[in-house]
Each structure stands twice: as C-alpha cells, then as structure tokens.
C-alpha cells in the first residue's frame, strides 16, 4: 500500500458535480455528474438549476468515487475542494459537503483554485510538471497564460482574456449557427468537414501595436463580430450559410491566436515546456496543432486527456495531493467561496 496521502477532491464550480480520489500522482477514481442537459434549453448555463443539480448528484457522486477506488471514507487522509472562481451557489454545495467530510472524519480539508486545478491535472497521466513552463489555460470562462514556477507550485500570469474567454466564444458563435449548446465539441465535430482557410476571420491582439501593449492577452468579441456579421451577410443575400466552413474558419481563428501567443510565451520566458488545461484544451484541432506547431518550435507539450480536460473531480484532489504531499496546512473551516480568485492563491485559508 503506498505511504502517499490518499485525497479526495470536489469540484462544483459550474455545471459539473466531480468527485475524484487520486494518491500521489495515480488516479483512483474519477467520478463525474453534468446537468450541461438542463441547461441546453436555455442556452447556457443557468445558476439556480446548476446548484439543485449539484445538491441531487453530490453524494452519489461520493459514494460512486469511494465505490470505484476501493476505499471507505475513512481511509481518506485529506479532502480538497473548488471554493472559487465559479458560481456562487454551486460552490456552496461542494464546499459545504467538503466541510461536513472534514468535521465527520477529522481529515484535513484544502479549499483550491479551480484554475490551478486545470494545470495540476497534467500529473495524473504525464507525471510530475516541469521546474518552469508556460501554462495556456482556455475555457468556458478563461483564457490565460501562465508561467509555472516550482514544478506548477507557483503560478504567476502573463496575460488574460479583455472580454470574451474562447469557451463563451464557441458558445456564442455555435448558436448564431444554429448548433447546440455547450458549443464547443459541436463546431469541433462540424469544423472537420469544412475549410478552415474559407474566410479570413480576423485575429484579435495580435496587431503590431496590440503586441506592445496586450502582447500575452487575448480578445475574441471582436472574431464573434465577425462571425455574426459575417451570417448575416450571406442571410441577407439569400445565401446558404456553409456552416462546415465558417465553424471551421472561426475555430481556426482561435486556434492560431492561442497558440501564436502561446509559442511567444515560451520563447519570451525561456520555457521549453507548454501545458495546456481547461475546456477547449479538449479541441482537436487545438490539439493536433498544438503538436504539430510545437514540435516545429522545440517545445514539449503537454495535455490532459479530454475528459481530464473538462471539470473534474481528479483535478481538484491532484492540487489537494500535491499540498499534502509539501505539508501544506489545510484550510480553516471559515473559508469562503469566491466567485473571482486571483491564479496566485492556490490554496485559500479564511481570510480571502
């Protein structure tokens, strides 16, 4: 049996319930729950349904993880939870339960950054992260790059999305084309048939005069205006909308800025190492060009499976694993939830 601390994470920062339960940097369980179906309807997601939807799935979840694993809660050493950014009340569930586990089991409880959650999650299946590498976090609500310090114990930013993240981007884009939501994996599957070189979408920040000042930032409302107008063009004209081949274009689009800027921070830094997290690091496209345009560079890339890509359980009990195996201190009971919390802090004692 390994002398490394057994944790279990939860994650309930949007529309996700994830329990996952890792030991050292081996995943035993990673247990998932998505009410994505009760928001389709609507668009997107909606607070209210996403936390009755975590209070139903949570304890099942629980036990499905514990089931799956092979262990009883009280074999667990450590508990960590998501307690910001994210929804308000969906955080409340999961950190509520983490608590209830923490008091019930005299366990230490880590309240963690779900963003540094979406970079840890690389050592579950490529092992430790490298000294120093670049981070590119890309999803639903964040588009960032990052320099990793201390094998991913320190994160400092490099730059940030100005408006829309490139998940809300596939989002709203997939819905002036008439796809379902979440947005991204369907212009994922349409783009395969279409041409990404069809239309010239533009590429936001990445202007001579964007580079001095947004240089590691993005901004893609401008690309979603262009897509909309775009449409509406080929609409007013009587014109089939070649759905296959603006998805594809538009994702182009966002791949090329990610990565563009992506490569720029690697050769500013001196990093050799480039880790993609989060949502649309799932994207295969940004994948395979991730590869390909890497390789070119000489960077080593790295990147998550894509169901370790999405919200996850396994990749809040990864950062729970990683403070426990430092010593870290757990996280007094008062913690808070946050809704914004700073990629700095990856763990949060009560006084955020």
């Known amino acids: 049996m390994s002398s490394e601390p057994l944790v279990l994470g939860i994650e309930t920062s949007c529309d996700e319930t994830g329990v996952g339960i890792v030991q050292g940097t081996r ?17 997107g997601v909606v607070p209210e349904v996403a936390s009755r939807a975590h209070l139903e799935a949570i304890v099942p979840m629980i036990e499905r993880a514990l089931s799956i694993a092979g262990v009883q809660l009280q074999d667990i050493d450590a508990f960590a939870v998501t307690c910001g950014p994210g929804l308000s009340g969906a955080l409340l569930v999961g950190t509520a339960a983490a608590k209830a586990l923490s008091v019930a089991t005299g366990k230490p409880v880590y309240a963690v950054n779900h963003l540094t959650g979406h970079v840890v999650v690389d050592e579950l299946e490529h092992g430790l992260l490298p000294s120093t590498a670049v981070g590119l976090l890309v999803s639903g609500g964040h588009s960032s790059l990052l320099v990793l310090g201390d094998h991913g114990s320190q994160f400092t930013s490099l730059g940030s999305t100005l408006d829309d993240a490139a998940g809300e981007a596939f989002d ?33 920040l990445t202007a001579g005069h964007d580079m001095v000042e947004h ?7 401008g690309l979603k205006t ?23 274009s538009f994702q182009e689009a966002v791949v090329d800025v990610l990565l563009r800027k992506a490569l720029d921070a690697c050769e500013h830094t001196g990093a050799d190492h480039l880790i993609l997290g989060g949502g649309v690091a799932a994207n295969s496209r940004l994948r395979a060009q991730a590869t390909q345009r890497c390789a070119g560079a000489g960077v080593i890339v790295r990147v998550p499976s894509p169901a370790l890509c999405t919200d996850n359980g396994a990749m809040i009990a990864a950062v729970g694993s990683k403070l426990a195996r430092a010593g870290v201190r757990g996280s007094d009971l008062a913690f808070p939830t946050t809704s914004v919390l700073d990629l700095s802090t990856t763990v949060v004692s009560n006084d955020v």
């Open 215 to 221: 240089r590691f930032d993005f901004s893609f409302s």
């Open 27 to 43: 995943l035993l369980a990673d247990a998932v729950a998505s009410s994505v179906d009760e928001h389709a309807r609507f668009g």
């Open 172 to 204: 709203k884009v997939a819905r002036l084309l008439g796809l379902p939501f979440p947005g991204g994996p369907w212009i994922d599957r349409t783009a395969v048939a279409g041409d990404p070189r069809a239309i010239a979408f533009p590429r936001g």
């Open 226 to 248: 262009s897509v909309a107008r775009w449409v509406a063009n080929c609409q007013r004209e009587g014109v089939k909308v070649p759905v296959a081949d603006v998805a594809a």
